[in-house]
């Protein structure tokens, strides 16, 4: 990518998609009460790869529950 595609990029991430996100989880949040709610920082598709700790503490909180 170009810079100005980079930029523009960015630019679409913060004022379009993160707004949307958080939208949508506020949104799941009050339809949902009960639910647990896990944001994962810089998380993305393979998110239990890059933070696994965080992804596998999550993972034993929830079997503990059940």
């Given at each position: 990518?170009?810079?100005g595609?980079?930029?523009r ?16 989880i ?20 393979y998110?239990?790869?890059k ?10 909180s ?5």
């Amino acid at each position: 990518m170009t810079a100005g595609q980079q930029t523009r990029m960015v630019e679409y991430f913060e004022t379009i998609q993160q707004p949307w996100n958080m939208h949508c989880i506020e949104q799941f949040r009050c339809n949902v009460p009960h639910a647990k709610i896990v944001i994962i920082p810089n998380g993305h598709h393979y998110c239990f790869i890059k933070q696994e700790d965080l992804v596998f503490e999550e993972i034993l909180s929830f079997l503990r529950d059940c």
